[in-house]
């Protein structure tokens, strides 16, 4: 792992602590004696005594050669081999809870040849209960601590800077599977743990993709259609929020409307059907354009929340930052200006999609301009009246350390409990208290990372999954990325898995981690663009969760920053579905790799994720196109 004091600048290189670990062979000692004894011919004119004394020697050097015998072959009476007690790499990376994890694992030693002892079996794991956990910092070693980065940072309360900060409402989010109350995909990969990216079941045993309908959209300069991250929120409002929206009558009287809402690049922000496709109400516009991805309140409240990518439309700067809507009549709520006094980069775009806590009323937000934003919203939904309405405070979260050399984020935050996990451009890993806004640990990861960290929560702990691109990291185009699984309670390391990759401004891992859970909860999915080899490569992986071992891989053809998106039917089966430059949208077995089939989509590149809401997937291109694709 990184071992930097944070004195000097060189960039230290990622931690090796758990790569290719094997298990150590049983090594086999076979040790035998002769037993051999001489033959004594008897004497004539013996006397008795000295043939009792002969018989007496004759039974002790047999009693001894026994005991000598016994001793070599193990106290057992027969030869024997001694066996080197196995130390797997799923063993050393699944260390008891509470205690750190080992950063080599030193191998076993060659016993001598002593009696066998069977070696006491190593310790299970403590289940670690489902449920809001304190991070202990004494658990962080010292690699993991802000100040070997040489972290400092500043909070400023509602603009004033306080060197004492506590929530009073304390930050306390729900788990990812129950993060939301509204039906649906509300944000960037579903929920705060970044682990999803569908609801509901797709039709049993699919075998068939079809576009069902698609309609165009427009562009800014250059910027067309649907770009990066991109995926839209599929969202099934409750009858009453519905009638108070300013959705077109029609669609305000169908039962059980499935809205989706979608920004693309043309600075819009649209809303339609999810079964047909028909406009549900007019687009949203901004200034610039959009490349990320919108956030729906979990709540089930109607507000929308996203965030600016571009600052510039023809050569001139326009207002960019992060905006609230109201969904009852789609006015803004709230403008932060990108352009922030505190901001410790001069690039004010932000595409990340907001996680909000509901417990405490608190919108958790990442900008590229350096700061983690929390906005107390006080927010007030009369659904009987009609209304909604915020009151937001905000407070600013301002740090640097002796790697950023490019503060500012671009991944959408993730959240466990009020521990916040973001990566920077530079490459710090930063996990947030964001009760005290404070660092409790801090990780190196070696090169800017993009994808969204994804957090996962089981009865053995607390997981980060994330990977890097190919970015500072590059030497004549070409480089390595790293993918990785941390001890989100710790910081501490826990697999990583390194891949060659070429073109330093579309290599790597832009594309978000995808969780498997179910038929493949022993996985995790992580597609790479331009991976090396004898040919240039773009591979999707599934990797063991606990050893990061390739299960199996697929070429996906053209370069892919889309991530992965995981859905099942009734029965369980698990499909994985990915899109890539090329324009093809490709359905998998999730357990073996095996595609199921495929479809071109509109000869365009598809940067963007898709969302899948049952049999419904939505996905936009960079063609200036959104499509609905029936899955069956």
């Known amino acids: 792992m990184p071992t930097q004091t944070g004195k000097s600048s060189s960039k230290p290189k990622p931690s090796q602590a758990a790569k290719n670990i094997k298990p150590t062979k049983n090594t086999k000692h076979t040790k035998s004696g002769t037993g051999k004894k001489k033959k004594r011919k008897k004497k004539k004119g013996v006397k008795p005594l000295t043939i009792l004394w002969l018989v007496i020697v004759v039974a002790l050097a047999t009693v001894i050669g026994i005991l000598l015998l016994n001793s070599r072959s193990g106290g057992t009476g027969d030869v024997n081999e001694t066996v080197a007690p196995e130390v797997t790499a799923a063993a050393a990376t699944q260390p008891a809870q509470g205690q750190d994890t080992p950063g080599e694992i030193a191998p076993t030693p060659v016993p001598t040849p002593t009696p066998y002892v069977t070696p006491t079996p190593a310790p299970t794991p403590t289940p670690m209960p489902i449920g809001h956990d304190e991070i202990n910092p004494e658990n962080v070693n010292d690699a993991q601590k802000p100040s070997s980065y040489s972290v400092e940072t500043k909070v400023y309360a509602n603009g004033t800077e306080t060197s004492s900060y506590q929530r009073a409402v304390p930050i306390n989010i729900n788990p990812g599977m129950s993060y939301a109350s509204l039906e649906g995909v509300t944000t960037f990969r579903g929920n705060n743990y970044r682990d999803t990216g569908s609801y509901g079941q797709i039709p049993d045993n699919a075998t068939q993709l079809h576009l069902k309908y698609n309609f165009k959209i427009g562009g ?350 009734s029965q369980g089966n698990a499909y994985l579905f990915q899109c890539n430059s090329n324009s093809m949208l490709k359905m998998y077995n999730a357990v073996t790799g095996e595609k199921i089939c495929e479809i071109e989509v509109d000869g365009s590149n598809i940067e963007g994720s898709p969302a899948i809401f049952d049999n419904m997937l939505v996905i936009g291109t960079r063609g200036a196109r959104i499509h609905g694709v029936v899955i069956e």
Not at 307 to 313: A, F, K, L, R, S
Not at 394 to 402: A, N
Not at 446 to 458: A, H, K, R, T, Y
């Open 220 to 569: 800014i300069d250059s910027w067309t259609g649907v770009g990066w991250t991109g995926q839209p929120a599929i969202v099934r409002w409750d009858a009453q929020t519905r009638r108070n929206m300013n959705i077109r009558d029609d669609k305000k009287a169908k039962e059980g409307l499935v809205e989706v809402i979608y920004a693309a690049l043309d600075g819009k922000i649209y809303f339609f059907d999810l079964e047909d496709g028909e406009f549900t109400r007019d687009p949203i516009k901004v200034p610039g354009p959009i490349k990320g991805s919108v956030t729906i309140d979990p709540r089930g409240y109607p507000l929308l929340y996203v965030g600016q990518g571009i600052e510039e439309v023809d050569g001139n700067t326009v207002k960019i930052g992060m905006r609230i809507f109201s969904l009852i009549d789609q006015s803004e709520l709230l403008f932060i200006n990108g352009r922030d006094q505190f901001a410790t980069r001069h690039w004010y775009a932000s595409d990340c999609a907001p996680i909000i806590d509901a417990n405490s009323d608190t919108c958790i937000w990442t900008g590229e301009n350096g700061l983690l934003y929390t906005i107390k919203l006080n927010s007030d939904y009369n659904a009987q009246a009609g209304t909604v309405s915020i009151n937001p405070v905000i407070d600013r979260y301002w740090y640097s350390s002796s790697v950023t050399t490019r503060p500012g984020m671009e991944n959408s935050v993730a959240v466990y409990n009020h521990y916040a996990y973001f990566t920077d451009n530079s490459g710090l890993l930063t996990c947030l208290d964001l009760n005290t806004m404070q660092p409790v640990w801090t990780f190196y990861t070696g090169d800017d990372s993009d994808c969204s960290i994804v957090v996962e929560q089981n009865n053995e702990g607390v997981f980060l999954y994330t990977g890097t691109e190919l970015d500072l990291s590059a030497k004549n185009e070409s480089g390595s990325v790293y993918l990785r699984c941390l001890n989100a309670l710790t910081g501490d390391e826990l697999w990583l898995k390194t891949i060659g990759c070429n073109d330093k401004d579309h290599g790597g891992t832009f594309a978000t981690p995808c969780l498997g859970k179910g038929a493949v909860s022993d996985l995790v999915f992580y597609t790479v663009a331009k991976t090396t080899g004898e040919e240039f490569k773009n591979m999707t992986y599934a990797l063991n969760k606990r050893t990061g071992n390739v299960v199996w891989s697929v070429d996906c053809g053209g370069y892919s920053w889309s991530s992965p998106t995981l859905s099942f039917d």
